[in-house]
């Protein structure tokens, strides 16, 4: 059997879901559908066998397991981050120190009548 884990996207809308107190507001902060968000955090308890959320008419109120797990899937988010942005300084800085290479230099376009030269 294949050892799932959660994908960022799960933990990411379970945080938002945590801060915002509705799937309404964390789809909002994330600029995804609430259904997108509901999607996610229901594949996060499915994967973990357990209700993450009590869902009501107009709020959603976090179970016992999901105050446990929101430091930690706050500190994995973070984390996340941080790889994410010293790998992208890391690559900005390995590219700033090349010459760029004959084929990624822009070429000017052909002359008109060159292109366009009518066969003899």
Known sequence: MRDSLPSIGMLMAFD??????????????LN??????????KSLEKLLGSTLFERLADRVVPTTLAH????????????????????????RRARAG?????????RPWPAFGFCHASPT
Do not use: D, H, W
């Open 32 to 41: 995804l559908t609430p259904a997108a968000v509901s999607y996610q955090v």
């Open 98 to 106: 090349r010459q760029p290479s004959a084929s990624s230099r822009r």
């Open 68 to 91: 446990e797990l929101a430091p930690e899937s706050t500190k994995i988010l973070k984390r996340a981050r941080r790889f994410r942005n010293r790998g992208a300084a890391r690559a």
């Open 16 to 29: 938002a879901v945590m801060a915002a107190g509705s799937f309404a507001r964390a789809a909002g902060r």
